[in-house]
């Protein structure tokens, strides 16, 4: 099952050759546990850590150009598995990570070590280690990959050609307002966020539940308001859409099986230690109060992605908000009837995108 | 001196007290340790007369603006962060920056984080190093100088100050100030035991001088002031972001040939070889001041005048 694993980087890229199909960007791939044909897995070391790192070389013969994919929570770089196959066959080189705290990257025991700056330094690490250390690449991020993806954008602009970012706007830091209390004023204890900023809280009631339950919930959610998780009674309250035992036509059992044993394997923690940091990374991120994104971006989210629903962010797109922090904002675009999973539920869509796009930037 | 006006600035969750004077484009000033806004008195007076609106703030952990508790509050995100905030506030786009010893540090990075808001760079004192990837820089440090380098002393919280305790204030602002010793400063604890009179005051530094910081200093403590040295291997973790990027603002970079700094091994070499050039591209001057120690701006206030003003006034 971990076939492509095993395969030394040249001989895997033979059989991608010979088992390529023309088609293949088109379908969700149903196939086995890695889940792709010809992806390279390695390990690269980045500031401090070992990173796992899937790539898919570009069908080219060399020089392609290379798009970096930042997953969110609670994912994987397997999330970009449709996206991968789709553009690695249309010429770019495409390389995801686990990012720091996930699957098969380190995740550092300090829970302060997952700052903004911890992941962004691994980033750019990472893009100097796969680009010689001289070259932008383009950028796609989705959830805490596009928080992260901004990020990176403001502080390291000219390693960023152009980025497709996905569900989660741009928050320009306001230097009166801290988050979590603020969170926690407007949306209450329970809301998701606030539920996860106890260290080990919500790792021991997630360990209750079973981390395939857990899982499943969070992918499949699609209502469009905000994820409440009240102690003793999460995921069972009908605001959040209650729980169907059927899987959506956009993940398989395999999918959820992948997903199941990385994080059964590594926990929560890494994940939520991101979630602990906001209010820090509020702190530290000073010297960016009223700076703007200077990088091309296109912006993508589902209208039935919470995100897309709270509170201002429809005003933040439609009244020019969003367009005066990133001016080189290109297009925004909502997906109708598709929700916070955008990439996995609708990833024809999503491919034709992200190429459109940084196609004007070859 | 009495026309230098004297506010306080809301910025970064603290409260900044500011000294300022004159009208025109704004000249900022970033002072070190242990070290005040009153260390640029003489700029201050200078450069208002010269046309600029000249700003030295105390900065976080200094003087009469506020000291927060932690000494994790004092990373390079957190000052270049008060300073940002205090450009806001005066509604000020871009700055000439002048920086020296930690105020050198800070105006490095400020540089490198945010040059959309610095003009030109006068820097003293300390140059520009990149960070290593793999080692902390209070480890290298005490790799490189041993345990009792003032760096390494100046880590632990409180141990240093039961130090400086032992030692009169005003005796203790005179040794930092007026020493021209050139070895890299090493402070076993016996230091502290029997610390010999200092010499003379030079004529630049006057019981007065040394009475306005035994004083400040006496009311604030140094504490503020070590946190900077206790979050300098915090500041290494948060700012792998910046891992080869060059300053990118034009710079000019002035030292004297007394300062430990200067003496420190391989400096030299980095300098004047091609070394700083290197990561600071735009780095258009060095000036090398003979016979001139580490508090350059108060030793030789108008050459250091003449030479911030020669260089901004070419932007």
New interface residues.
Partial sequence: MFLCTHLNPLFSRFLHFLLKQPDQANKPTTSNMSGLDGVEHKTLKVNGINMHVAELPGSGSGGEPIILFIHGFPELWYTWRHQMTALSSLGYRTIAPDLRGYGDTDAPEKMEDYTYFNIVGDLVALIDAVTGGDEAVFVVGHDWGAMIAWQLCMYRPEKVKALVNMSVLFSPRSPDRVPIPTLRRFFGDDYYICRFQKPGEIELEFKKLGTEKVLKEFLTYKTPGPLYLPKGKLFKSSENGGASSALPPWLTQEDLDYYVTKYDNKGFTGPINYYRNIDRNWELTAPWTGAKIRVPVKFIVGDQDLTYNSPGAKEYINGGGFKKDVPLLDETVVLKGVGHFLHEESPEEINQHIHSFFQKFL | MEKIEHTTVST?GINMHVASIGSGPVVLFLHGFPDLWYSWRHQLLSFADLGYRAIAPDLRGYGDSDSPPSHESY?L??I???L??LL?SLGVDQVFLVGHDWGAIIAWW?CM??P?RVKALVNMSVEFHPRN?SVKTVDAFKALFGEDYYICRFQEPGDIEEDFAQVDTKKLVNGFFTSHNTRPPCIPKSVFRYLPDPPALPGWFTEQDVCFYADKFSQKGFTGGLNYYRAMNLSW?????????QIKVPVKYITGDLDPTYHIPGTKEYIHEGGLKKHVPFLQEVVVMEGVGHFLQQEKPKEITDHIYGFFKKF
């Fill in positions: 970064n990373t995100l957190h270049v962060g008060d940002v905030g806001d400020m984080i945010r959309d990837p973790e948060l700012t792998a972001p910046w891992d080869g990027l």
